[in-house]
């Protein structure tokens, strides 16, 4: 989240940033939140932290996913036609609670649709500007574990209706893949991969020589 508000901060005061640096975040966005969204994972013993009701209420969580098309599919491999940010298309296709019956509560959707909202301005924020003079931007990207970046619906092992698992899955840091770390189109910036998981990829040993050359004495 931090990398996300700083490209936001960046593109409205771009001249206060010497250099910027962003480590594993989903710039471009993706599913790769995806298992937590909808089917819940523990987190140590707390079963209920990352369960989809508690998710649901989370305003920030929604934008991690992109604006353009998700890459989700259908079991003959078609790419389904699914807007993120259109609550009608969470009960359509049975997205989070909503694969639950009786879920899509006037409450619940009035709730969503705020926050979907609320997600798509952020994420607007986002997009490149061209009158804006951008200092030198460096992406560290991990391509070491294999990581969620497509899903199913009503694949061969669906939870709820959405599989997760049947799809390749690609190399990643095990929550973003490379390329839903690099900046949106547009911005000019310096890649730079490595093989570490999603918490570790700022332990690189190259980051302070990435980031000396900008440093202000």
């Known amino acids: 989240m931090g990398g996300l508000v700083s490209l936001a901060l960046l593109n409205r005061q771009p001249d206060a940033f010497v250099h910027v640096l962003f480590g594993g975040i989903p710039l471009r966005g993706g599913v790769g939140f995806s298992e937590e969204m909808h ?3 523990p987190t140590g013993r707390n079963q209920r932290v990352s369960d989809p009701h508690m998710l649901f209420t989370c305003p920030s969580i929604y934008t991690l996913y992109p604006l353009g098309r998700l890459d989700c599919f259908a079991p003959d491999g078609s790419a389904l036609d699914l807007d993120f940010f259109n609550p009608g298309s969470w009960v359509e296709h049975g ?6 019956p009786g879920e899509a509560t006037p409450e619940h959707l009035e709730f969503l649709g705020w926050a979907l909202g609320r997600a ?3 994420r607007e924020q986002l997009i490149h500007r061209k009158d ?4 030198p931007i460096t992406v560290v990207a991990s391509h070491g574990f294999p990581t969620l970046a497509t899903a199913m619906r009503h694949g061969p092992k669906s939870v709820r209706g959405w599989d997760l698992k049947s ?3 690609r ?3 095990q929550r973003v893949c490379p390329e839903h770390a690099l900046p949106p189109d547009g911005f000019e910036y310096e890649r730079v991969e490595n093989a570490l998981e999603h918490g570790a990829i700022l332990e690189d040993p190259r ?8 440093a202000r004495g």
């Open 207 to 214: 980051i302070p020589e990435l980031l000396t050359p900008h």
């Open 167 to 169: 799809m390749p899955r």
């Open 171 to 173: 190399p990643g840091d």
């Open 95 to 100: 997205i989070g609670i909503f694969a639950d």
């Open 39 to 41: 089917v819940g994972l």
């Open 120 to 122: 798509r301005t952020f």
């Open 132 to 135: 804006a003079a951008y200092p």
